[in-house]
């Protein structure tokens, strides 16, 4: 398949995925089966419309964009943050909206004596908020359920995204303090940007009338 002329688009898995895909698909770049649950591609091509979605695992969207696989993707504000990506940014699409925060016990009280425990899935995010701080911490690296870590005794606290807070209350947790404000972004490769500008430029104007 020549996907060369197309617009290469990486979308994130899942349901931020579907919410995005259906805006593409409005703003006039529809693809057939892309939400079909009965399929288990992950290519889908409309040449009509000039464009060709990947599904791709949401942590993976920035390395496919910055790499050139793909032409354009949409990432959450945490992982650009997590893995500074060399991509430009080119839209808040004010979706998958959440909050990166530090959340802990009910009863915890920091103990500036100790080193702070903390698991996350964002060591860098969690890093960067402490070093500002000027905090000690001890970063243990989770992949999921980061939520058990203080309830075990693993943590002291967890970094970690907050979205409902139905998480953190069903595992008595708390958020303790907001680090960044999340949101779905519009990335684009460095050179697709030069190469496909008009293509691109189309497509995320079409997609500000949605949003
Ligand atoms: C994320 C996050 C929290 C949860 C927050 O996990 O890590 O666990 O969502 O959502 P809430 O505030 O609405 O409860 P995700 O679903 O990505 O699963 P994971 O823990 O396996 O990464």
Redesign the pocket.
């Known amino acids: 398949m020549d996907t060369g002329k197309l617009l290469k688009v990486a979308l994130p898995k899942g349901r931020l995925g579907e919410k995005v895909y259906e805006i593409f698909a409005a703003a006039g770049y529809p693809c057939d089966d892309v939400l079909d649950p009965n399929t288990r591609k992950l290519i889908f091509v409309n040449e009509q419309a000039g464009v060709c979605y990947f599904w791709v695992k949401p942590s993976d969207v920035s390395i496919y964009v910055e790499r050139g696989a793909a032409d354009i993707g949409v990432a959450g504000k945490d992982i650009i943050l997590e893995y500074s990506p060399d991509v430009f940014e080119l839209r808040d699409l004010h979706l998958g909206i959440?909050r990166m925060c530090v959340a802990g016990k009910t009863d915890f009280k920091d103990n500036p004596a100790n080193t702070l425990r903390v698991a996350t899935?964002f060591p860098n995010i969690a890093l960067s908020y402490y070093r500002r701080l000027g905090r000690d911490i001890d970063i243990i690296n989770l992949h999921?359920?980061?939520?058990l870590a203080p309830v075990l005794g693993l943590s002291d606290v967890i970094v970690?995204?907050?979205?409902?807070?139905?998480?953190?209350k069903e595992n008595g947790l708390v958020p303790l303090e907001t680090i960044v404000p999340i949101s779905a972004r519009l990335i684009a490769n460095r050179s697709a940007y030069q190469f496909k500008s008009e293509e691109i430029n189309a497509l995320s104007s079409e997609l500000s009338k949605l949003i």
Do not use: Q, W
Request: proline share 0%.
């Open positions: 959440c899935k999921g359920s980061i939520e970690d995204i907050v979205e409902s807070g139905k998480t953190l």
